[in-house]
């Protein structure tokens, strides 16, 4: 499992978009990126997933640079519910291996 | 999709008893599931994960194990609790694209 760097926190205001970066320098070929969100007192949740250039869902977007070492995970006009943790693991599929970083904690202001 | 059941929702143990948190899954044969534990405002931990009945690894050495009696149950043990041992655990499986699915969690405070 490839490991990750992220910022420990960040703040940003309501409304904005918010972009949440990962650093994951020594990915693998055939490793994919995946991004989780969790609120207190709850396990996380899948965001989205990817593999090169851009992916989009109903909730977020990720931008992932053709070195591939790196991803930034992006929120459209964040809302107070959107205040969580934010995870980005990468690894292969079939890896059994699952461990998380520590995480970005995202504040939203109202 | 996957369904993901823990108990207890909550434990109080005091330092020295034993502990006993279950998880079972509904849904695809032979998942391969995880605990996790997070303590108070910190990440998640990776404690064990286990590709089939009986295959445990571990990842952290202390003083929990877990076992798999059957394809759908996950089970975390210990004999004598530690005040380190307090925090949140969860248990979780993958799904397709190795996506991971995690249960409510047991909050676990030793006392």
């Known amino acids: 499992l490839a490991k990750t760097t992220q910022p420990i926190s960040m703040d940003s205001y309501e409304g904005q978009e918010v972009n949440i970066t990962c650093s994951h320098n020594?990915?693998?070929?055939?490793?994919?990126i995946t991004w989780y969100q969790q609120f207190p007192s709850q396990g996380p949740r899948f965001i989205i997933q990817?593999?090169?250039t851009k992916v989009t869902n109903e909730v977020a977007s990720l931008f992932i640079p053709a070195d591939r070492k790196s991803s930034t995970l992006s929120l459209p006009r964040v809302s107070l519910s959107d205040t969580a943790v934010y995870y980005c693991?990468?690894?292969?599929?079939?890896?059994?291996?699952?461990?998380f970083g520590k995480g970005n904690q995202v504040v939203v202001i109202p | 999709s996957q369904t993901i059941h823990q108990w207890p929702a909550t434990l109080v143990q005091p330092v020295g008893s034993p502990l006993s948190l279950e998880c079972t899954v509904e849904?695809?044969?032979?998942?391969?599931l995880y605990w996790y534990r997070q303590a108070a405002g910190r990440g998640l931990q990776l404690l064990f994960y286990?590709?089939?009945?009986?295959?445990i690894s571990s990842e952290v050495p202390q003083n929990l194990s877990a076992s798999r009696p059957q394809d759908r149950q996950f089970i975390l043990s210990s004999k004598k609790l530690l005040l380190s041992d307090s925090g949140f655990y969860l248990c979780?499986?993958?799904?397709?694209?190795?996506?991971?699915?995690f249960g409510e969690g047991s909050w676990l405070t030793v006392v």
């Open positions: 979780a499986e993958t799904g397709p694209g190795n996506t991971i699915y």
């Open positions: 286990s590709v089939g009945i009986g295959q």
């Open positions: 990817g593999y090169k």
């Open positions: 849904g695809t044969s032979n998942p391969n």
């Open positions: 020594n990915i693998a070929t055939n490793d994919y």
């Open positions: 693991l990468v690894g292969r599929y079939g890896n059994n291996r699952l461990a």
